[in-house]
């Protein structure tokens, strides 16, 4: 890895996709097979940063109803009643395990709005209405006044939204890092296109004896 792609850690932000509810828990309307096990990951995760003082981002779905946010591909199913992360339910919740408290409920009605709320002292969710977590918020915009050059991600369904996640990214220059052990579905040939675009795989308790040792 050279200099241009080298992570700095004091950084860094903590980018965490969509879990939720709804994604996550067994027999869940959407669950994704998987996600339930890296929960324990993201949990030691998330302990580290709050520690630290770094910057955390929970990136999350919400469908309306109507459907009138939904991707093209699932608009279908959701005007069919299927309830997937549908605003003030408790599927669209984050996952309490890794919340800085297990009070905080989600302003949605704020998120909709394209703001982000802000749940602990460095520690924010963030509403996508696509894959990707840079379309159409301000994630960008945070992330610079933060000061942030490196992005580490985990989270659920590595395919669809950390993939196109790490891909917009890599777009806007910033240093990744990819923990494959706290994200779901992920796969071998999809690592190995991460690491062409120059983002470094870890695992978790390697990503922490780095943050030790830093």
């Not at 969509?18 to 998330?46: C, M, R, S």
């Not at 309830?83 to 800085?100: F, H, K, R, S, W």
Request: charged share 25%; proline share 4%; with cysteine.
């Amino acid at each position: 890895m050279d200099e241009y792609t080298k992570p700095i850690l004091e950084k860094s932000a903590l980018i965490i996709i969509d879990i939720q509810n709804d994604f996550t828990i067994p027999n869940a309307t959407a669950e994704i097979k998987g996600t339930i096990n890296v929960i324990p990951k993201i949990k030691d995760l998330v302990a580290l940063y709050r520690k630290l003082k770094r910057p955390i981002y929970h990136i999350i779905r919400i469908y309306n109803k109507d459907a009138s946010n939904v991707d093209l591909c699932r608009k279908k199913m959701i005007l069919e009643g299927k309830e997937i992360a549908i605003p003030n339910t408790p599927g669209a919740q984050i996952v309490e395990e890794v919340l800085p408290q297990t009070d905080i409920n989600i302003d949605f009605e704020l998120l909709l709005k394209n703001e982000t709320q802000k749940i602990g002292h460095h520690e924010w969710i963030i509403y996508k209405s696509r894959w990707g977590a840079f379309y159409n918020t301000k994630l960008n915009e945070h992330l610079q006044n933060n000061n942030i050059n490196t992005l580490v991600f985990c989270g659920c369904n590595f395919p669809n939204c950390p993939r196109t996640s790490m891909y917009e990214a890599s777009e806007r220059d910033y240093k990744i890092i990819f923990l494959k052990d706290a994200t779901s579905q992920v796969y071998e040939k999809g690592l190995q296109e991460l690491s062409n675009i120059g983002v470094k795989i870890m695992d978790t308790k390697e990503f922490i004896v780095l943050h030790n040792q830093y």
